[in-house]
Protein backbone atom coordinates (compact mmCIF):
# COMPACT_ATOMS: atom_id res chain seq x y z
CA UNK A 1 0.00 0.00 0.00
CA UNK A 2 1.53 3.47 -0.64
CA UNK A 3 0.87 6.61 1.06
CA UNK A 4 -1.64 7.85 -1.01
CA UNK A 5 -4.08 4.79 -0.79
CA UNK A 6 -3.45 5.74 3.26
CA UNK A 7 -4.49 8.78 2.81
CA UNK A 8 -7.73 8.33 0.77
CA UNK A 9 -8.94 5.82 3.33
CA UNK A 10 -8.29 8.05 6.11
CA UNK A 11 -10.55 10.76 3.91
CA UNK A 12 -12.84 8.33 3.54
CA UNK A 13 -13.51 7.56 7.11
CA UNK A 14 -13.11 10.71 8.35
CA UNK A 15 -15.97 11.05 6.25
CA UNK A 16 -18.09 8.23 7.19
CA UNK A 17 -17.33 8.80 11.24
CA UNK A 18 -18.33 13.33 11.17
CA UNK A 19 -21.28 12.54 9.53
CA UNK A 20 -22.26 9.79 11.90
CA UNK A 21 -21.41 11.70 14.92
CA UNK A 22 -23.55 14.61 13.68
CA UNK A 23 -26.46 12.24 13.11
CA UNK A 24 -26.06 11.14 16.54
CA UNK A 25 -25.66 14.18 17.88
CA UNK A 26 -28.96 15.55 16.68
CA UNK A 27 -31.11 12.07 17.21
CA UNK A 28 -29.86 12.13 20.62
CA UNK A 29 -31.34 15.24 21.37
CA UNK A 30 -34.71 14.81 19.01
CA UNK A 31 -34.74 11.50 20.88
CA UNK A 32 -34.58 13.00 24.26
CA UNK A 33 -36.71 15.86 23.29
CA UNK A 34 -39.85 13.51 21.66
CA UNK A 35 -39.22 11.15 24.92
CA UNK A 36 -40.21 13.84 26.85
CA UNK A 37 -43.29 14.78 24.99
CA UNK A 38 -44.30 11.14 24.35
CA UNK A 39 -44.67 11.12 28.30
CA UNK A 40 -47.14 13.23 28.46
CA UNK A 41 -49.16 12.47 25.57
CA UNK A 42 -48.09 9.00 23.60
CA UNK A 43 -50.46 10.28 20.91
CA UNK A 44 -48.13 12.52 18.96
CA UNK A 45 -45.70 9.77 18.39
CA UNK A 46 -46.20 10.10 14.69
CA UNK A 47 -46.20 13.58 14.65
CA UNK A 48 -42.60 13.56 16.08
CA UNK A 49 -41.22 10.86 14.18
CA UNK A 50 -40.08 12.52 11.53
CA UNK A 51 -38.83 15.26 13.37
CA UNK A 52 -37.06 12.47 15.41
CA UNK A 53 -35.63 11.28 12.57
CA UNK A 54 -34.19 13.86 10.08
CA UNK A 55 -30.90 13.69 11.27
CA UNK A 56 -30.36 10.71 10.43
CA UNK A 57 -30.11 11.36 6.85
CA UNK A 58 -26.43 12.75 7.31
CA UNK A 59 -25.39 9.49 8.31
CA UNK A 60 -26.87 8.10 5.13
CA UNK A 61 -25.47 10.34 2.99
CA UNK A 62 -21.30 9.57 4.91
CA UNK A 63 -22.20 6.38 3.50
CA UNK A 64 -22.98 6.75 0.26
CA UNK A 65 -20.37 9.15 -0.34
CA UNK A 66 -17.92 6.17 1.51
CA UNK A 67 -19.06 3.48 -1.47
CA UNK A 68 -18.70 5.91 -4.12
CA UNK A 69 -15.09 7.19 -3.00
CA UNK A 70 -13.86 3.69 -2.32
CA UNK A 71 -14.16 3.42 -6.30
CA UNK A 72 -11.53 5.74 -6.58
CA UNK A 73 -9.22 3.81 -4.40
CA UNK A 74 -6.28 2.15 -5.44
CA UNK A 75 -3.30 0.44 -3.62
CA UNK A 76 -1.06 2.48 -6.19
CA UNK A 77 -2.45 6.13 -5.63
CA UNK A 78 0.45 9.11 -5.17
CA UNK A 79 0.30 11.00 -2.44
CA UNK A 80 -1.29 13.63 -4.37
CA UNK A 81 -3.88 11.64 -5.50
CA UNK A 82 -4.98 10.45 -1.85
CA UNK A 83 -5.05 13.98 -0.76
CA UNK A 84 -7.46 14.69 -3.69
CA UNK A 85 -9.79 12.08 -2.64
CA UNK A 86 -9.37 13.33 0.59
CA UNK A 87 -10.38 17.06 -0.19
CA UNK A 88 -13.23 15.35 -2.39
CA UNK A 89 -14.96 13.78 0.39
CA UNK A 90 -14.77 16.53 3.08
CA UNK A 91 -17.80 18.85 1.35
CA UNK A 92 -20.04 15.87 2.78
CA UNK A 93 -18.11 15.21 6.21
CA UNK A 94 -18.24 19.06 6.83
CA UNK A 95 -21.88 19.61 5.71
CA UNK A 96 -23.13 16.28 7.53
CA UNK A 97 -21.40 17.01 10.46
CA UNK A 98 -22.40 20.82 10.98
CA UNK A 99 -25.82 20.12 9.52
CA UNK A 100 -26.54 16.75 11.59
CA UNK A 101 -26.18 18.46 15.02
CA UNK A 102 -27.81 21.79 14.19
CA UNK A 103 -30.78 20.04 12.07
CA UNK A 104 -31.07 18.49 15.77
CA UNK A 105 -30.93 21.35 17.35
CA UNK A 106 -33.86 22.72 15.60
CA UNK A 107 -35.89 19.72 15.40
CA UNK A 108 -35.92 19.77 19.13
CA UNK A 109 -37.39 22.96 19.22
CA UNK A 110 -39.93 21.98 16.24
CA UNK A 111 -40.81 18.59 18.64
CA UNK A 112 -41.58 21.10 21.64
CA UNK A 113 -44.14 22.94 19.82
CA UNK A 114 -45.72 19.79 18.74
CA UNK A 115 -45.92 18.91 22.05
CA UNK A 116 -48.08 22.10 22.73
CA UNK A 117 -49.93 22.50 19.45
CA UNK A 118 -50.80 19.39 17.88
CA UNK A 119 -52.03 21.11 14.62
CA UNK A 120 -48.23 22.19 13.57
CA UNK A 121 -46.52 18.97 12.94
CA UNK A 122 -46.45 19.06 9.33
CA UNK A 123 -45.97 23.10 9.32
CA UNK A 124 -42.83 22.56 11.41
CA UNK A 125 -41.07 20.15 9.31
CA UNK A 126 -39.91 22.84 7.22
CA UNK A 127 -37.65 24.38 9.38
CA UNK A 128 -35.33 21.26 10.09
CA UNK A 129 -35.77 20.35 6.33
CA UNK A 130 -34.55 24.28 5.18
CA UNK A 131 -30.95 23.04 7.28
CA UNK A 132 -31.14 19.32 5.20
CA UNK A 133 -30.42 21.02 2.09
CA UNK A 134 -27.09 21.94 2.78
CA UNK A 135 -26.55 18.82 3.53
CA UNK A 136 -27.70 17.45 0.35
CA UNK A 137 -25.59 20.41 -1.29
CA UNK A 138 -22.26 18.25 0.16
CA UNK A 139 -23.52 15.40 -0.81
CA UNK A 140 -23.74 16.79 -3.97
CA UNK A 141 -20.52 18.30 -4.40
CA UNK A 142 -18.66 15.60 -3.44
CA UNK A 143 -20.51 13.53 -5.94
CA UNK A 144 -19.42 16.01 -8.39
CA UNK A 145 -16.02 15.85 -7.80
CA UNK A 146 -15.57 12.28 -7.36
CA UNK A 147 -16.77 11.84 -10.46
CA UNK A 148 -14.19 14.23 -11.87
CA UNK A 149 -11.66 11.42 -11.30
Avoid at 13 to 35: M, N, Q
Avoid at 77 to 88: I, P, Q, V, Y
Avoid at 98 to 120: E, F, H, P, R, W
Wanted: glycine content about 16%.
Amino acid sequence: MTTGYVIGVFGIVLCVLACGVGSSIGLFKTGSAAAGVLGENPKKFGKVLVLVLLPATQGIYGFIIAIIASGSLGTEMSAMDGWTLFGMVMPMALSGLITGILQGKSAVNCIYAVGKQDSLGGKLIIYPAMIEFYAILGLIISIMLIALV
